[in-house]
């Protein structure tokens, strides 16, 4: 992710969360947070670049948290959040990391099924976590040394 990417980040952001981040947290991200890896899933569409998908993964120590990830709606269900997810942990592990970590919201089931998909296992809760509306947070982590699966997007 760059800067002129913020624009359509925010766009998939605005329309995937009830809270989205502001443009100055992604500036962050990109310009200061030194453990911050932020990233954008492009494809060629008209031969013009289309940002599908947008994640911010934080590594401390040998820890990744995934700190937001979405799709563009008009994407979602093609196996695009999958493929990129992989993609970022495989590379996640390939920086050293051993285990990712994430909230998810407790009614996101899609997510949850999908964070399952490789490897994640619940082990929380976080009570009233959203703002919004009080909804729980549910903690998950993964081990990327045994995951097999990463092994098809490296």
């Known amino acids: ?18 809270n989205p981040w502001s443009k100055n947290a992604y ?7 030194l453990n911050s890896r932020p990233w954008v899933g492009i ?17 401390i120590l040998d820890e990744v948290h995934i700190g937001t990830f ?9 196996r695009i959040g999958s493929y990129f997810l992989g993609k970022l942990l ?12 994430l909230e998810v919201r407790e009614s996101n089931s ?5 964070y399952e998909s490789f490897g994640f296992q619940i082990d929380g809760i ?5 703002r919004d509306n009080r909804e729980n947070a549910i903690l998950m982590s993964a081990s990327l040394l045994e995951n097999k699966r990463l092994d098809e997007f490296t």
């Open 1 to 18: 992710m760059e800067i002129p990417d913020i624009q359509k980040v925010l766009e998939i952001d605005q329309s995937s969360f009830p």
């Open 27 to 33: 500036e962050y991200e990109i310009n200061q947070n």
């Open 43 to 59: 494809v060629n569409e008209n031969e013009k670049e289309k940002i599908l998908a947008f994640a911010v993964f934080w590594n």
């Open 70 to 78: 979405a799709v563009h709606t008009g994407y979602r269900n093609l």
């Open 90 to 101: 495989s590379i996640s592990k390939n920086e050293g990391m051993v285990r990712a970590l």
């Open 110 to 114: 899609f997510a949850i099924r999908l």
């Open 126 to 130: 976080r009570k009233k976590y959203y």
